[in-house]
T-cell receptor, first 111, second 112 residues
Framework: QKEVEQNSGPLSVPEGAIASLNCTYSDRGSQSFFWYRQYSGKSPELIMS????GDKEDGRFTAQLNKASQYVSLLIRDSQPSDSATYLC???????????FGSGTKLNVKP | SQTIHQWPATLVQPVGSPLSLECTVEGTSNPNLYWYRQAAGRGLQLLFYSVGIGQISSEVPQNLSASRPQDRQFILSSKKLLLSDSGFYLCAWSGTNTGELFFGEGSRLTVL
């Protein structure tokens, strides 16, 4: 069973729209949750981290966590073509020693 | 500020040849260090992680090994490469306080 699951996409949204990316995880002991952006051929870069239930906003990005449903999401407001990338969800099992990643969702923002 | 570097960035190796990828972290002490592999169009597979010098944990049995000879140095090795070892190798570090993971630039390995 995969620890972290994401829809592979591609998810296509028009410029200026809200992009919604979703992720589920299997281990209820998971403590920390992260979203990474990866451009083609590049290494992942951290966008958001979230540790408690609810919403966390940073600029155009909002991360949402629901531990009861084992669900974490990322909303990107006012999507730009430069947001076109693969978005990876990652989960840490609470001991800061292991980070598990989903396979990523490819986002295409159309001008 | 903390930085992480890994090299080489790109390499093409014949089947059966050895491999050595190196990673160093600057600006922090006693980091947790990781090696991940990303096959084409796939997610990140955790290969090894280390919480200190000489302490290596392997996630999956494979043709690779890792070593941590110094606090901020992490090395990925193989004695004989297989075709299936091709991929994008990523070194990463995390601090015990923040719990966030940061990646190096990556090393793209093609085994022919």
């Amino acid at each position: 069973q995969k620890e972290v699951e994401q829809n592979s996409g591609p998810l296509s949204v028009p410029e200026g729209a809200i992009a919604s990316l979703n992720c589920t995880y299997s281990d209820r002991g998971s403590q920390s949750f992260f979203w990474y952006r990866q451009y083609s051929g590049k290494s992942p870069e951290l966008i958001m981290s979230i540790y408690s239930n609810g919403d966390k906003e940073d600029g155009r990005f909002t991360a949402q966590l629901n531990k009861a449903s084992q669900y974490v999401s990322l909303l990107i407001r006012d999507s730009q073509p430069s947001d076109s990338a693969t978005y990876l969800c990652a989960v840490n099992l609470g001991n800061f020693n292991k980070f598990y990643f989903g396979s990523g969702t490819k986002l295409n923002v159309k001008p | 500020s903390q930085t992480i570097h890994q090299w080489p960035a790109t390499l093409v190796q014949p089947v059966g040849s050895p491999l050595s990828l190196e990673c160093t972290v600057e600006g922090t002490s006693n980091p947790n260090l990781y090696w991940y592999r990303q096959a084409a169009g796939r997610g990140l597979q955790l290969l090894f992680y280390s919480v200190g010098i000489g302490q290596i944990s392997s996630e999956v049995p494979q043709n690779l090994s890792a070593s941590r000879p110094q606090d901020r140095q992490f090395i990925l090795s193989s004695k004989k490469l297989l075709l299936s070892d091709s991929g994008f190798y990523l070194c990463a570090w995390s601090g015990t306080n923040t719990g966030e993971l940061f990646f190096g630039e990556g090393s793209r390995l093609t085994v022919l």
